[in-house]
């Protein structure tokens, strides 16, 4: 993996207002967190390995709300597009999904056709990052949670 791709640990998380599942306008500093965020960036719903990702932040996301942060998932694909997939997924998902359908937000943290999670603390600063250029790979919840604990 590269490091020079995306924002680097310690820099600010760019701002970005976008829509919801539900077409509601989202912003950055908008999004509910204790401690901070666990944002995924994911392609869409119609790509395998971003699904399973989604799932795996379900099945999480109880813990990391123990820790103080809140998932969102950020993809390419359309609100309605999103709506759809979060009406069908069983259990529920319980975090946001937003749209970048122009992939502006994507291309703003330099994470154009990559996946990546950023952990992201209360003050907007990037903790940790772990990229995923190939959509292969998931980074493991334990190394989450050790960032997660560190903050």
């Not at 539900?22 to 204790?34: E, G, R, V, Y």
């Amino acid at each position: 993996m590269t490091t020079e791709i995306g924002p680097q640990i310690g820099s600010q998380a760019a701002d970005f207002s976008l829509l919801n599942d539900q077409k509601q306008t989202i912003a950055l500093n908008q999004l509910p967190a204790t401690k901070g965020l666990l944002l995924a960036f994911i392609h869409g719903t119609w790509c395998s390995a971003c699904v399973q990702t989604l799932f795996r932040l379900r099945q999480y996301e109880k813990m990391y709300l123990k820790e103080g942060f809140s998932v969102v998932a950020i993809a390419i694909d359309s609100p309605s597009a999103l709506n759809i997939f979060r009406r069908s997924a069983q259990p529920v998902l319980g975090f946001p999904l937003l749209s970048d359908e122009t992939e502006t937000v994507h291309q703003n943290y330099g994470l154009y056709h990559i996946g990546a999670y950023l952990i992201i603390d209360h003050n907007l600063t990037i903790r940790g990052r772990f990229l995923d250029e190939k959509h292969q790979g998931w980074p493991g919840h334990f190394r989450i949670m050790e960032v997660m604990q560190a903050i």
